[in-house]
């Protein structure tokens, strides 16, 4: 016996649905009562006996022993107790009262002892009992809003009492038939079968009838106080409904008891007297529920088939049954049965006798042991007695008509046994019968024919047998087909003329079947008129079924064949007939005179009866079977279309018409007959279609005069289901087209004028039929709209002016009148809005089982279907006026339905549609519109704020709506076939043929994506509202609470967390689309900006969330299926997008607490992440002990490499493991009959968006309708073979089929990885940075590297997830460069290696992790060209991969990693050197780039020169170099206008970049000058125009501090300064000596010398950051130019004199331009000046982050680039004075006066104070910087030393120590920073300071140098060689220019005269010529401004800083000489 689906309807208590059992348990464990027990008990069994895993024996029956008192007693032993009641009183208020749990007794307020006492009174309950029962109450309070405390508890007792008797109903259920196929061992079975005996040992029969005895719901609703039952109806309602239940659970538990193991003696005869005192007490005087089952349990317990069934079938006796094994049971039986008591319903006793008089009859055929064997012969005598009391009428009228009953199979199958059993087993009382009701017949028709009055006391046994019969089985929901047991199928075959296709049964037909058909046929024979209905509706009721219709046609046309005699129930005869009064009624309306009365010929009541029979045995042949519709439509004798249509024309009853016109609707359902009925309805003229004026005829008429008039409507009912099944089967565009105009509109006028605008005001003797013709009308309206397709064609034919307008009328599909009225305030629209309102008030006060209650919820759906379309479809119409210009006027439907309401004078039409939800016991599909109407409600976002203004007006009922949602939402059923579900994931499912439990799940599927929908929408929205957030206040401010908190209602919210949780317990079963829109949800909240905050922490701190399902994960447990390519399952692309979801929230809650600094929680998740996935809840205990340690430190890690063989996976690996990277490819279909691009078009047409996803998947309906339109246009053109077509079509459907999986495959595929990267890059870049070991951290990224390079290098690999994949690479070498950018400590600059601290360096083990490269550049060459965003990724990752490998080379001062690389490298071959050369020339601007880095970084590190010889030999070289002069134009743009983008001065900087590098080697910058780089350069104009005046005032204007484009002038040194860094590569690695290079930048700077001399000559007031650094790269070059010139100069020879004069004049003007920097940056004071104005000094455009957060930072910057143009000038100075047959021999005047020290002025008194002017500075500058720098040098020193010891421990510094040296604008950031990255930050800090320092000291000791030469050699020549103006007497001699003056050696003293040339020049500078009183002057001053304390100090810097440099004693060397030189001229 199959378990029992109970359902029930308001209360959502139950555990049945296990609806909140979690959160019930988890308060109950405190409240030990009434209500928690049974609870607990209920979820027990339940989750054992249905689990699909092992439960534990021994805590099964644990519980099963703890709670047996309880299933006994079902409550009666917590009766009230006077003493109880008592202490409550006197104790409750005062000292209080012990509550289990509690740890001190608990007080009390008086009201509550008060309620407590009066739940005692009204349910005679244990007052403690009460007490626990109230507070029960308060806990669920949040779930019933509304209600209060004293009618909760009452609810919840009998909650309680509904759990015992489903705990008890399953235990016995499952011990008979669910554990033949259980999982679990014999254990169980015993441990069941045991316990149930037990129970029905101990009498639990008779407690349950003692419950059903005294439980009465109207006695316990009048005990309530008035003022407690706030919501009476709906109160009554549902808990009718809960008692309802109970009391059948514990009838079922008898009756199913009954069915598998007879009840004892004892409690039959129980069974029996209960039944004796019940009546039925139904309304419909129909027995209920409990009545049924307790008459079947009655039945069971005297089954005379478990005596056996006779010699004819052999059918063993049931030993275990009392009538088999108890002697005494029969007489105590028949003692009782026979009796002369009186019984509550003789019908009832009639049923009894019955099956009594069967068992007395088997017994009598059996040998049996009794006392008394005479009592057999009583068999007929009571089967007499039960048939004259009224046990059939009985059976007919209150059994089979009650509403449980064919609900049951069981059922119908004791009342079907009971049946045949009387038919088989009584076969000469059924003749007696039959031979009296034939006397009856004969009687009847003799009293007619005499005139008299029929008698009273005719025998009416036999109708009433046919009657039952015809009734019992005229309905078959469960499809038990057991009417064929009365159709002899072989017999029927054989001599009727079947085919024998139809057969059934095979072989000899059984002895049952052929005594049923002998019966069938015998009661047609010779049959009386008195018989003729019942016999006929006796065949009407085993028609039933296909294929018992057509054995039904078959004995039909058998007995029109003679096979009958003559039979009168005969084709023959009922066509015959139906002609012969056709005839006749015309015949006489013809022969009547006009004016006089008309005597048409009148049809008896008797004749009536017959033929509306003989019509229902006709309706139902014809619609259960097609074979006998076209037999009997093409049979040419009986033609039933003519002459039915005959009938309707004539005067004939209106309830005949109303069959013939059903007869005919059975006849529409078939496509062929449906075209000839349309034919005879246009021509029958039933509805006037001619324009006759507005006269009526036919049904108008008959509605309006006869209908009306008998308030009964059959006929106009049966006329709208003839348009129903008209308009399913054929529609006809062309109806009418010959006498009217074409289309449906008279009909559909009928429809809305005649019937349903006017249904409402007519008068019903039935007021059910009311609402059965509201929804048979509004059903057909519904598929009008349906099928309803607004097309511009529809509105441009009214258009007056539309051009394209066709002559030909078009037909307008019924649907767009009706569409046209819904969008405008119409009769029609109000009157569809008032079904919906009256349905929504009628549903609130009727019972489930009131008669008309189906009707008016069907009447109801499909007036809120017709809303749902109307909004579905009114955007497509608006579309559609606004493209056409059309002038239509309408209103949409989101408009109207926010109108006022006429019944209540509110705008609450949108109230009454949202409070269908609140329904409980009604058809879910009303729910399920509802739901859909809001969702295309809220569709349109203007109208959210009325929306919710709508529905939260009345807190109260916006609390029932929000219950009504919460309901629906819990409401899961867990049927068996969800998988099957699934397969249709990817189909569009119709919602008129969902099951029960798939439209309960579609409505929570649709209550979810209308809260996924609304979380969209600007905050506040209904979402928001039904989660629970304040939609009055602010949403953002909002603070969740658990139900029942701080008045907290149990929310939607509440209810998605509730299914998750129980999901997770019961190993999830749930729905898993369910669930994964569930964690959709949860993700949109944490996601959202307004809700994240409140729900992130009510997850967290209140239910343990992320915690919980984190342990769970991963949810898809065979990931092994990953390696499989065939179909995608839908189950698992469900469950990887929950995991999806779910590793989302997961994310944002790592960031969040990261954020909020909450270590703890981030631990924990951090620590489930990188946990093996076999840790369960319990394990996470060790978090607490791991916390001790600041770092993260488990075993969970499994990260330990030294246990790499043996390791487990951790779960972020099993995580990537559900993610399958292969997907298989899409076959090409081959295809005969339709085009291909044409399909491909179609699918495109037919996309949408797959479940609120972003999935894109063609809509299979949709797309099935296109290919059959296309399939008949194929057939009507050509003779096809349609059997090759359909293959086709079918293979092209389930190709679809397969797209759209693959699709949603893909779709899960890429959201499961990008959840799985969010939470990679979270754990990486926003946890704490001290949350892993160093170690542990390098293992975990390598391993994470190594797995996503591993899975994406694989073959076979999706495209769509490689570029997800490499942005993971791409995070993960982010995080690897942090981290080894910290741990791996660069030397600073300037440090000697005695100096570094050793113990801080980290080392990478670069033979592991060069396997990420070897995986990054297979990667690379895997990815296609057009993936350019992979390509992008894998670049970065590559260079940050380089990066590493440069710095560990750098600190580990060892250049073997980066040679191992470049091996790596070299081992692609030329492979990958094309790959990253192509997309440096043809890659889009990004890729190109990156592309130009890569190679600038590959170029750094290539030591073998490969890379470069191949950009030259393979011409890339040279094509990067045109790539620069094809931009000019360009790149000119930007700096004469404002840029539009600024991609290509990316590309020219990272081009020029790569150039750079390739200059800074020798053999690379010889490549760049053979590629001819610097003459094209030359050519170009993009770097010679300086921005304009105008531009630069425009972009002040407009430009703020934070604008991303950089000003006119940063954008042209953004052009420049590459320039000059490629000519000072080319000077570095080839010298200034060398001829090719200095010819071609010599020649550049004679082309630009407007660009070097404007930088040269700039004035300090436009100095910035970017101009000091121009200044100091022009300066650099004119330094290399000054180098190389002497030996440029010496090629020229004596035939290139002008080129060589022009050459000189360019030098020395060059000269001229830089020594007139010297007074301006060769000055310490000067210096000073500009760090003062560091402040106010741009430094925009400047990429040093560090720089533009610190104005102290940037101050240091400034400084050095200061020292670097100081030392580039001294550079100069010096390498000119070596040319000083172009230069001359001094550059500096003669004059030490500003250098000697004021207190040495005294030793010049008796000097001359010289004025003379001079064009060249003062020598005493340089003397000056000298005496600076070397004072600055040891204070700058002693600073790098103390920061340099800083560093070396900058691990350990206290917070105080590092704010001792950072500047203070950094310490104020520093205190913003997380703790996570202050460490790294103040490392990154104290490295640049420590940087800088060191350059500092390096930058003051050249300048020492360079200005400590050129003081040497002015001296040497002012001193030896320099001839005064005396001497030469005003005339200086020249020099000769062929005569190169050689530089003196150091050690040499002074020239020898001989080499002074005689014929100098006499146009030498100021500087070469000097007086007599200036020789005195400086000879005298030269030792005061040179004094031993300076000299000494110089030998010590050089000492110290100089030791490791390679001319060491240089200065040594200087100062001897300068002794010497000031020694000898003294």
């Known amino acids: 016996m199959q378990v029992r689906r109970l359902t029930h309807n308001s209360l959502q208590l139950s555990g049945k649905r296990s609806k909140y059992r979690i959160s019930i348990m988890a308060t109950l464990a405190e409240i030990r009562g009434v209500w928690g027990p049974s609870k607990e008990i209920w979820h027990v069994v339940e989750s054992t006996l249905t689990s699909d895993k092992l439960p534990d024996y021994h805590e099964f029956d644990t519980v099963l022993k703890k709670y047996k008192p309880q299933l006994l007693s079902l409550f009666s032993s917590s009766r009230r107790s006077a003493l109880d009641r008592k202490n ?78 489903y705990a008890l109903r399953l235990l016995i259920q499952w011990r008979f038939d669910g554990s033949t196929d259980t999982d679990l061992g014999e254990e169980f079975i015993e441990l069941v079968a045991r316990y149930t005996n037990d129970l029905m040992d101990e009498g639990i029969t008779a407690k349950i009838l003692d419950s059903l005895k005294t439980l009465k719901i109207d006695n316990i609703i009048s005990k309530i106080p008035p003022n407690q039952s706030t919501q009476s109806i709906k109160y009554r309602l549902q808990l009718n409904d809960i008692l309802e239940e109970y009391t059948t659970s514990l009838a079922e538990c008898l009756f199913v008891w009954s069915f598998y193991k007879p009840l004892s ?24 529920t409990v009545d049924v089952f307790m008459l079947s349990t009655t039945l069971n317990c005297i089954d005379f088939e478990a005596l056996g069934t006779g010699e004819n079938e052999n059918i063993p006796s049931d030993t275990s049954h009392p009538l088999v094994n108890d002697t005494t049971f029969i007489p105590e039986m028949h003692a009782v049965l026979s009796a002369n008591a009186s019984w509550e319903d003789e019908g009832l006793r009639g049923v009894i006798l019955m099956a009594w008089s069967l068992v007395l009859r088997v017994c009598s055929q059996q040998t049996i042991n009794i006392d008394n064997p005479e009592m057999l012969e009583d068999d007929e005598v009571i089967l007499e007695y039960a048939i004259r009391i009224g046990a059939l009428r009985f059976l007919r009228h ?32 059924i003749k007696e019968l039959r031979n009296a009701a034939d006397e009856s017949a004969r009687i009847q028709q003799a009293t007619m024919l005499e005139g008299h009055k029929e008698p009273t006391d005719l025998r009416m046994e036999f109708s009433d047998f046919l009657y039952l019969i015809g009734e019992l089985y005229k309905t078959d929901p469960l499809n038990l087909q057991l009417n064929l047991e009365y159709w002899c199928q072989t017999d029927i075959a054989t001599t009727y003329g079947g085919p024998s296709t139809t057969v059934g049964y095979r072989g000899r037909p059984s002895y049952r079947q052929v005594n049923l058909f002998k019966f069938v046929r015998l009661a047609g024979d010779l049959l009386p008129a008195f018989l003729y209905v019942p016999y006929v509706e006796m065949l009407t009721g085993l028609a039933t079924g296909s294929q018992a219709a057509y054995f039904c046609y078959l004995i039909l046309k058998s007995n029109s064949s003679g096979h009958g005699g003559g039979a009168s129930v005969s084709w023959d005869h009922i066509f015959y007939s139906f002609k012969s009064y056709y005839v006749s009624l015309r015949e006489s309306v013809s022969r009547s005179v006009p004016g006089q009365s008309q005597q048409v010929h009148q049809i008896t009541p008797e004749e009536l009866a017959a033929l509306e029979a003989v019509l229902r045995l006709m309706q139902r042949i014809i619609e259960q079977d097609e074979t006998a519709r076209m037999a009997l439509y093409e049979n040419q004798v009986y033609m039933p279309l003519p002459v039915l249509f005959g009938l309707l024309g004539c005067v004939v009853p209106f309830t005949l018409k109303a069959e013939i016109l059903l007869t005919l609707a059975g006849f529409s359902k078939s496509q062929e007959i449906a075209p000839g009925v349309w034919q005879y309805l246009e021509s029958s003229q039933i509805i006037r279609t001619n324009s006759d004026g507005n006269r009526k005829t036919g049904i108008e008429v008959e509605l ?17 289901t003839l348009l129903d099944n008209l308009t399913d089967a054929f529609y006809p565009s062309t109806i009418g087209t010959s006498a009217r105009e074409t289309g449906f509109q008279p009909y559909l006028k009928f429809l809305l004028e005649d019937v349903f605008l006017k249904f409402d005001t007519r008068q019903y003797r039935n007021p059910s039929e009311k609402w059965q013709i509201a929804s048979l009308v509004l059903k057909i309206f519904e598929k009008f709209m349906r099928n309803y397709e607004p097309v511009p064609e529809f509105f441009l034919e009214s258009q007056p002016d539309n051009p394209n307008m066709s002559t030909d009328p078009i037909v307008k599909p019924p649907g767009h009148e009706l569409f046209l009225r819904m969008l405008q305030p119409t009769p029609v629209l109000r009157l569809v809005l008032s079904v919906i309102y009256t349905a929504c008030n009628g549903l609130d006060e009727l019972l489930s089982s009131a008669a008309g209650r189906d009707f008016l919820e069907e009447a109801a759906l499909y007036a809120l279907r017709l809303v749902e379309l109307s909004l579905l479809l009114e955007k497509q119409l608006l579309r559609i006026l606004r493209s056409y210009d059309i002038s239509l006027v309408v209103t949409p439907l989101s408009i109207l339905l926010l109108n006022v309401n006429p019944h209540t004078g509110n705008t609450d039409h949108l109230l009454y549609i949202a409070r269908f939800l609140t329904h409980g016991n009604t058809n879910s599909s009303l729910s399920l519109s509802a739901v859909h109407i809001l969702y295309h409600m809220c569709r349109s976002s203007m109208l959210q704020s009325d929306i919710i203004t709508v529905l939260t007006n009345t807190p109260e009922i916006a609390l029932e709506i929000m219950k009504g949602f919460v309901e629906h939402l819990e409401t899961l059923h867990n049927e068996p076939n969800i998988l099957q579900d699934l397969d249709q994931e990817y189909i569009e499912r119709d919602e008129n043929i969902l099951t029960t439990s798939q439209t309960h799940t579609a409505v929570s599927e649709s209550i979810l994506e209308l809260l996924l929908y609304c979380l969209d929408l600007p905050a506040p929205s209904l979402a928001h509202f039904l989660l629970g957030y304040d939609v009055r206040k602010s949403v953002s401010k909002t603070i969740l609470q658990d139900p029942g908190i701080l008045g907290t209602p149990y929310t939607c919210l509440h ?59 991963p949810f898809i447990e065979d990931i092994h299926i990953r390696d499989e390519l065939d179909t995608p399952d839908p ?193 990486f870049g926003a946890c704490p940075f001290d949350l892993f070991q160093p170690k542990m951290r390098e293992d975990l990224l390598l391993r994470l590297l190594q797995e996503i390079l591993d899975r994406c290098c694989k073959d076979g690999t999706m495209s769509e997830i490689q570029g997800p994949a490499a942005g993971v690479v791409l995070a993960l070498m982010t995080q690897f460069r942090k981290f080894t950018s910290f741990k791996m400590k660069d030397k600073p600059f300037g440090l000697e290696s005695s100096t570094v601290d050793n113990k801080a360096e980290y080392t990478i083990s670069f033979s592991t992790f060069r396997d990420v490269l070897k995986g990054i550049l297979d990667f690379i060459l895997r990815s296609s060209g057009k993936q350019q965003r992979v390509r992008m990724n894998l670049y970065v990752a590559l260079l940050y991969y380089l990066q590493i490998s440069l710095d560990a080379s750098k600190s580990l001062e060892s250049k073997k990693n980066g040679n191992d690389d470049m091996m790596v490298l070299y081992s692609y071959g030329e492979v990958i050197m094309d790959v990253i050369c192509r997309d440096a020339c043809d890659a889009p601007d990004i890729g190109m780039t990156l592309a130009f880095t890569v190679l600038d970084v590959i170029v750094s590190m290539d030591w073998q020169k490969r890379w470069i010889d191949y950009l030259d030999v393979k011409g890339y070289l040279r094509h990067f170099i045109e790539g620069i002069v094809r931009s000019d134009e360009i790149l000119h743009t930007l700096t004469v206008s404002a840029p539009i983008s600024m991609k290509p001065l990316y590309i020219y900087e990272s081009k020029m970049a790569l150039l750079a590098r390739i200059s800074s080697s020798e053999h690379g910058a010889e490549a760049v000058l053979r590629s001819g780089l610097i003459p094209m350069l030359t050519e170009c104009k993009f770097y010679t125009s300086r921005p304009s005046e105008q531009l630069i005032a425009s972009e002040g204007t407009t430009n703020d501090d934070e604008s991303f484009t950089p000003d006119a002038v940063d954008r042209h040194r953004q052009l420049l300064f590459p320039i000059l860094e490629i000519i000072l590569s080319i000077f570095s690695s080839l010298g200034s000596k060398h001829r090719e290079a200095y010819s071609q930048i010599l020649n550049f700077v004679r082309q630009n010398l407007s660009i070097f001399y404007a930088t040269l000559r700039n004035d300090n007031a436009n100095v910035s950051l970017m101009s000091l650094k121009q200044l100091s790269l022009v300066s650099t070059i004119i330094y290399h130019i000054g180098d190389g010139s002497s030996t440029w100069y010496s090629q020229f020879g004596s035939s290139d004199h002008d080129a060589q004069k022009q050459y000189r004049n360019f030098l020395l003007q060059l000269q001229k331009n830089v020594l007139s920097l010297i007074p301006r940056f060769c000055s310490h004071h000067q210096w000073n000046q500009f760090i003062k104005r560091a402040s106010v000094i741009s430094h925009h455009g400047y990429s040093n982050p560090l720089i533009e957060s610190s104005q102290e930072i940037c101050k240091q910057e400034i400084k050095l680039l200061l020292q670097q143009i100081c030392l580039n000038i001294t550079a100069y100075c010096r390498a000119t004075l070596a040319g000083t047959d172009i230069y ?183 500087s070469e010529r000097i007086t007599k009183e200036e020789y005195e002057q400086i000879k005298t001053d030269a030792p005061l401004c040179l004094n031993d304390s300076l000299l000494q100090k110089m030998n010590e810097i050089e000492d110290i800083f100089g030791k490791d440099k390679s001319r060491l004693e240089f200065i040594h060397a200087l100062i001897r000489n300068l002794k010497r030189i000031m020694k000898m001229s003294n």
């Open 88 to 165: 409550i009183q006197e104790h409750g208020a005062n000292s209080g009262i012990e509550v289990y749990g509690e740890p001190v007794p608990r007080i009390f307020s008086q009201p509550f002892i008060q309620e407590a006492l009066n739940l005692s009174d009204i349910l005679d309950l244990n007052e403690y009992a009460s007490i626990e029962l109230l507070l029960a109450s308060e806990h669920q309070k949040p779930r019933f809003p509304g209600l209060q405390h004293l009618p909760l508890a009452i609810m919840l007792y009998y909650d309680g009492c509904r759990c015992l008797s």
């Open 1131 to 1323: 189950f698992k692309v469900i469950m990887l997008l929950q995991q999806s979801w779910l590793l989302k929230c997961i994310a944002l809650e790592l960031r969040s607490t990261s954020l909020n600094r909450q270590r703890s929680d981030t631990h924990n998740l951090v620590e489930l992440l990188v946990s093996s996935s076999d840790n369960t809840e319990d394990d996470v205990g060790s978090i607490s002990t791991a916390l001790e340690s600041k770092t993260f430190i488990s075993e969970f890690s499994c990260l330990d490499t030294g246990r790499a063989s043996h390791q487990k996976k951790i779960r972020l690996f099993y995580l990537l493991d559900c993610i399958n990277m292969k997907q298989d490819i899409e076959t090409d279909l081959q295809l005969e009959f339709f085009d291909p691009i044409a399909l491909e078009q179609a699918v495109q047409s037919c996309q949408q968006v797959w479940r609120q996803n972003n999935a894109k998947i063609c809509n299979i309906n949709t797309f099935r309708q296109i290919i059959q339109e296309e399939v008949n246009n194929i057939l009507s053109k050509a003779t096809i073979d349609k059997e090759r077509l359909n293959k086709e079509v079918q293979a092209l459907l389930k190709h679809v089929l397969l797209m759209n999986s693959r699709q949603c495959a893909l779709y899960a595929k890429l959201q499961a990885f990008e959840a799985w990267q969010e939470v990679v890059e979270i754990i």
């Open 265 to 288: 003696k004892n409690d039959s005869l129980k069974m029996i007297e209960y039944v004796k005192n019940r009546k039925p007490s139904t309304k419909d005087d129909t027995l209920n």
């Open 398 to 429: 209150k059994v089979i008509k009650s509403r449980i009953f064919y609900n049951e199979e069981f059922l119908v199958r004791r009342i079907h046994s009971l049946i045949t059993g009387v038919i088989i087993l009584m076969p000469l009382k």
């Open 704 to 720: 309006t005069e006869i209908e009306s008039k008998h308030e009964t409507y059959p006929e106009t009912r049966a006329f709208i």
């Open 1055 to 1113: 209810a998605i967390l509730g299914i998750l949780q129980r999901n997770l317990d019961n190993g999830f079963k749930e729905s898993p689309q369910i669930i994964e829109e569930c964690y959709h949800v949860i993700y949109k909240l944490c996601s959202s900006t307004e809700t994240c905050n409140a729900t992130i922490r009510y997850l967290r701190n209140n239910h343990e969330f992320f915690t919980k399902h984190l342990i769970k994960m």
């Open 1784 to 1966: 001359g021999s001094a550059c500096f005047s003669p004059s030490l006066t500003k250098a000697v020290p004021p207190e040495l002025s005294a030793a010049r008194k008796g000097l001359s104070q010289l004025k003379k002017l001079s064009q060249w500075p003062d020598l005493s500058i340089l003397i000056q910087l000298l005496k600076d720098c070397v004072e600055n040098f040891s204070v700058t020193f002693d600073v790098y030393k103390k920061y340099l010891y800083k560093w070396n421990d900058s691990a350990d510094l206290m917070s105080e120590e590092w704010k001792d040296f950072l500047p203070e604008d950094m310490i104020l950031m520093l205190e913003g920073k997380l703790n996570k990255n202050r460490h790294q930050f103040i490392y990154t800090l104290m490295t640049k300071v420590v940087n800088n320092k060191g350059k500092e000291i390096t930058n003051y000791f050249y300048i020492i140098e360079n200005s400590l030469y050129v003081v040497w050699h002015h001296l040497e020549y002012f001193f030896f060689r320099c001839p005064t103006l005396d001497e030469y007497t005003g005339v200086l001699i020249s020099r000769r220019a062929e005569v190169p003056l050689k530089l003196r050696k150091l050690h040499d003293i002074s020239l020898p005269r001989s080499s002074v040339i005689e014929d100098e020049s006499a146009n030498k500078s100021d």
